[in-house]
């Protein structure tokens, strides 16, 4: 249990920002799925407009420190490979 003022305040805080990350890790979780759901339909305009929310969606997470660097890059990769490869 926390003991000094600063440390109680470190828990609210942690609390909320847990609250705030978790919907931006939702966010971009729902953004992947709906391309990905595109691209198994087979549908290269839905996929397409789908993945024009997902690359900045990851990129935002970046730069939120929600998401590695590396994780957003492959995930988007992985994406773009495959909506290439319905071309």
């Known amino acids: 249990m926390a003991n000094t003022p600063q440390a109680k ?13 978790g919907a931006r890790v939702s966010r971009i979780r729902t953004y992947v799925k709906k391309a990905e759901s595109a691209l198994e339909a087979g549908d ?11 690359q900045p969606e990851l990129a935002r997470g970046v730069a939120k420190g929600v998401l ?6 492959r995930k988007f990769s992985r994406l773009s490979k495959r909506l290439q490869a319905l071309a």
């Not at 290269?44 to 997902?54: D, G, L, N, Q, S």
């Not at 590695?68 to 890059?73: E, G, I, P, R």
């Open 68 to 73: 590695h660097k590396n994780t957003a890059s």
């Open 9 to 21: 305040k470190r828990i609210r805080r942690n609390e909320r920002r847990a609250e705030i990350n």
């Open 44 to 54: 290269k305009a839905a996929a397409t407009a789908a993945m024009a929310f997902v």
